[in-house]
């Protein structure tokens, strides 16, 4: 949280030029967590054609477990999922006290969870098949946090 | 001496002793009145023959003592009258007398004797005939009974459509055909005893051989036989024929004749047909309901790979429209689009394939297989409720003969309901398929879940038409699911866990090699 805030304070100090230095001394990770393997790869080609590099996780288990959350500046996941579900994965995070901005892409939107995910903190809820831009200024959004 | 014995026939009127000494007396007089007449005319005095005619007379129709008396009359009158005679000749006829007496004596004796054996023989005559005509009588009644017990069996024959029939082995003819085998088959009951090959033609020609094969294995086997056949009856109807046989030994043990019933089972083939008919159409209806039901789902599960497949075209694009397009990327890119454009198709023919209308049709089916698929086809649902699915199989699998679309829909009904018993639960939500083989070749799959578990006390009931827990529910989905298993010989049935949820499990008799 801590170095998160001084990069932050950093970035804002300089130039975009030197956002992008920091950002990548740093090597901020976008995680991806989903469990359908095609949209896995199809966001991971997505961020890359960005230039953004990516980590995919099958679960929000296998996520946990990986220790990689505090490396990482951004979490886009899908919220319905065997085990673990996206909003339960948030919550988590919450209660760790690791404040990942999550943008949520799911198949399942309505109302109550957008709602639901938004106030736990989320900076994003997108309805597949989403818009790649809107994605992308969110991620981009996230990372200049 | 009146005898007395049984039969009134014989009886002696005991009341005229008063006319039988009379006629003794009377014959006397009239025997010496005719020996007066004849004196008077001169012709030769045989008072003597006339005497003996009336000791005669009286001792047959008197009996022995008037005759005793007469004869003793006649010997006084012959004192009195001719007493000029000497009395050598005196003794003489009298002498004649005794001796007559004693004769008439024997007569009588002999006469009784007769009448005796007569009323006797007249007894046992008259007892014969009252037996007799009692046996006639029960005879009678016996045959109307008989009448009456075959009437009935020829109306139950016609009610039930069966015909009795009885076939002599040796000589391949029929000893008894009932009058309702002969309207089963056609013939007319005036052409008389119908022969072997007469029957013969009447069966289908496709038929001819399995029936031949079951009799002649009853013959060889010297045992029972069940058949089923077609026949075509001279109409060019075709009836279902369904025939039974008993075998029927000499006390040799060889084999006398056949007696057996054959039951025109038409109309229940009929009603089997349009039955199973109607079943293959409410299992469609109600998998077309279920299809339904997972529309959400499927709406769901194809979303995915197209936002997949347009996130990748986005892609592409992007690595086109650099100042320098990377083509390696993007043909890596228009590559993923390919795959996520064939699931999105997949997931659509595998669905459709659901909605098709199929004919049941019987054959080898891999259980597992279905098993399998049934698993892909509801991972969309499973999904939707952070359900995770498994399957865990048997390590060989044996071969069940059923219809596989009927099976799909089963397992289909049955994860559906897990699934809908999961949605709104807490803590881990699985959905576990398991198939194993029991000791007596039963293939068993059962369904398992951790959701709210079955009705109290009902796990029974809920297999019946109707029963539903769901607010929307038809009620219909296990009933249907139940009489497949059941047509294909299995169970089906369900239990709760010992832990959280319910298990379904289904029972299925698996192929066993034909020996013969």
């Known amino acids: 949280m801590i170095a998160n805030s001084q990069s932050i304070i950093a970035a804002v100090a300089a130039e975009r030029y030197f956002v992008t230095m920091v950002v990548q001394r740093k090597a901020k990770m976008v995680a991806i967590v989903d469990d359908d393997e095609l949209m896995r790869s199809a966001l991971q080609g997505m961020l890359k054609s960005v230039g953004l590099p990516s980590r995919v996780f099958a679960s929000a288990e296998e996520f946990l477990n990986s220790g990689q959350h505090q490396q990482t500046a951004c979490l886009i996941a899908d919220i319905r999922m065997p085990g673990m579900s996206g909003l339960e994965l948030q919550a988590k995070l919450n209660a760790e006290h690791c404040r990942i901005p999550t943008i949520f892409i799911t198949a399942h939107g309505d109302t109550k969870m957008r709602m639901q995910a938004l106030r736990a903190g989320a900076v994003e809820f997108l309805a597949k098949p989403f818009d790649d831009e809107v994605l992308l200024e969110s991620v981009r959004a996230a990372l200049a946090n | ?516």
């Open chain 2, 1 to 516: 001496m009146t005898v007395t014995t049984t039969g009134k026939w014989f009886a002696r009127p005991v009341a005229a002793a008063a006319l039988r000494y009379g006629l003794a007396f009377a014959s006397i007089a009239a025997a010496m009145g005719l020996a007066r007449l004849f004196l008077y005319f001169h012709l030769p005095q045989p008072f003597a023959a006339f005497a003996l005619s009336a000791i005669a007379i009286t001792f047959w129709y008197g009996g022995n003592m008037p005759g005793i008396v007469a004869a003793v009359l006649a010997s006084t009158i012959r004192y009195s009258h001719w007493s000029e005679a000497p009395a050598v000749s005196r003794a003489i006829y009298d002498l004649v007398f005794l001796i007559f007496a004693f004769l008439m004596m024997a007569i009588n004796r002999s006469r009784t004797e007769l009448e005796v054996r007569v009323a006797e023989r007249t007894a046992d005559l008259t007892r014969a005939n009252k037996d007799l005509s009692l046996e006639i009588a029960q005879r009678n009644r016996a045959e109307e009974k008989l009448r009456q017990s075959e009437a009935y069996l020829a109306e139950a024959q016609k009610l039930t459509h069966t015909g009795s029939w009885a076939w002599d082995v040796a000589e391949r003819c029929a000893l008894h055909l009932s009058e309702e085998w002969y309207r089963i088959y056609g013939f007319d009951p005036e052409e008389g005893m119908i022969t072997w090959e007469k029957r013969l033609e009447r069966i289908h020609p496709d038929d001819r051989a399995g029936q031949q094969q079951a009799i002649y294995r009853a013959i060889n086997e010297k045992s029972g036989y069940e058949v089923e056949y077609r026949i075509i009856l001279p109409s060019g109807t075709i009836r279902h024929l369904h025939s039974v046989g008993h075998p029927v030994l000499d006390a040799s043990g060889n084999l006398v004749k056949f007696l057996g019933s054959s039951t025109d089972i038409t109309e229940r083939r009929q009603a089997e047909e349009a039955l199973r008919q109607a079943q293959a159409d409410l299992a469609r209806i109600s998998r077309i309901t279920t299809m339904g039901e997972l529309t959400a789902s499927l709406a769901h599960e194809v979303n995915q790979p197209i936002a997949a497949a347009v996130t990748d075209a986005n892609t592409c694009s992007r690595w086109l429209n650099r100042d320098q397009p990377d083509l390696d990327e993007a043909r890596e890119a228009a590559s993923r689009m390919v795959k996520d454009a064939t699931r999105a198709a997949e997931i659509i023919s595998r669905t459709r394939l659901l909605f098709k209308k199929v004919n049941p049709q019987w054959e080898s089916v891999d259980m597992h297989q279905i098993i399998r698929e049934m698993v892909a086809v509801m991972s969309g649902e499973a999904a939707r409720y952070s359900i995770s699915v498994w399957a865990e199989l048997a390590a060989e699998l044996p071969e069940v003969m059923g219809d596989r679309v009927q099976l799909q829909q089963v397992l289909m009904n049955l994860m559906m309901n897990s699934i809908e018993a999961m949605k709104d639960t807490d803590g881990p939500r699985e959905l576990i398929i398991r198939s194993q083989i029991t000791e007596n070749g039963q293939l068993v799959v059962s369904i398992t879940d951790t959701g709210v578990g079955l009705p109290p006390h009902q796990a029974n009931k809920i297999f019946d038409a109707f029963f539903t827990t769901k607010p929307q529910g038809t009620g219909m989905g296990l009933r249907i699911s139940r009489s497949i298993v059941e047509s294909h010989g299995g169970r089906l049935w369900a239990a709760d866990n010992s832990s959280r949820g319910a298990s379904f499990h289904l029972s299925l008799p698996t192929k066993v090699k034909a020996h013969e």
